[in-house]
């Protein structure tokens, strides 16, 4: 069966200071993988995806960005975090374009 | 702006009624989704119910969807409190610039009291 890991499940990082979130899938090929960030209480913002290695769409202007080195790891990195990047971010994955997504148990990033 | 819009925003019910969300959407779909997510933890997948379907069953989840009004609703039935969580529609979207994705909606939370 199909798994989804997401490392750290919880992080407190300054101001400014570089980010590295992780995801990896199990069980599959080809994933098509998505992060999203969550704001308290509200819906999921789609900030990438990608449908193969090294293929990164971006959806929002931001200091964040995303990287697939190998065919089942996403990586969210920041070289300088802002308050406002705090929130609730999730890793998913999928089998193909507009199919059920599978989600991580999700990061909760604290920018102090 | 979003795609999917829940209603209510928060629904309170006691164990056993059945707790009725509402979802509308603006554009074409190929499909539309339904999640639940516990407080604090990853987005669980309950149906997915494609634009040529009508209705669809799993187990006590009904979901309707109404392309000539672009709205859907989700019927959990003999609610319990484990049922208690945000629930979310998701369009998977069949054109333009959000062909393929995920559109979340801001979400439904539940609160179901023993």
């Known amino acids: 069966s199909q798994t989804i890991h997401q490392w750290p499940a919880t992080l407190v990082q300054p101001v400014g200071s570089p980010l590295s979130l992780e995801c990896t899938v199990e069980g599959t090929s080809n994933p098509n993988l998505y992060w999203y960030r969550q704001a308290a209480g509200r819906g999921l913002q789609l900030l990438f995806y990608?449908?193969?290695?090294?293929?990164i769409s971006s959806e929002v202007p931001q200091n964040l960005s995303a990287s697939r080195p190998q065919d089942r790891q996403f990586i969210l990195s920041s070289k300088k975090l802002l308050l406002s990047d705090s929130g609730f971010y999730l890793c998913?994955?999928?089998?193909?374009?507009?199919?059920?997504?599978?989600f991580g148990p999700g990061t909760r990033l604290t920018v102090t | 702006s979003q795609q999917g819009e829940e209603d209510p925003q928060a629904l309170s019910i006691q164990e056993g009624e059945n707790a009725t969300m509402n979802c509308s959407y603006k554009?074409?779909?190929?499909?539309l989704q339904w999640y639940r997510q516990n407080s604090g933890r990853g987005l669980v997948h309950l149906i997915l119910?494609?634009?040529?379907?009508r209705e669809k069953h799993s187990g006590r989840l009904r979901v309707t969807l109404d392309t000539s009004k672009k709205s859907s609703s989700l019927l959990i039935t003999a609610s319990r409190a484990a049922d208690t969580a945000s629930y979310f529609c998701?369009?998977?979207?069949?054109?333009?610039?959000?062909?393929?994705?995920?559109?979340f909606g801001q979400g439904t939370i539940l609160t179901v009291h023993p």
């Open positions: 119910i494609r634009s040529n379907e």
């Open positions: 998701a369009t998977g979207n069949a054109g333009g610039t959000s062909y393929g994705k995920l559109t």
């Open positions: 990608s449908v193969g290695i090294g293929q």
């Open positions: 554009t074409s779909i190929n499909n």
């Open positions: 998913a994955w999928s089998a193909g374009l507009a199919r059920e997504q599978y």
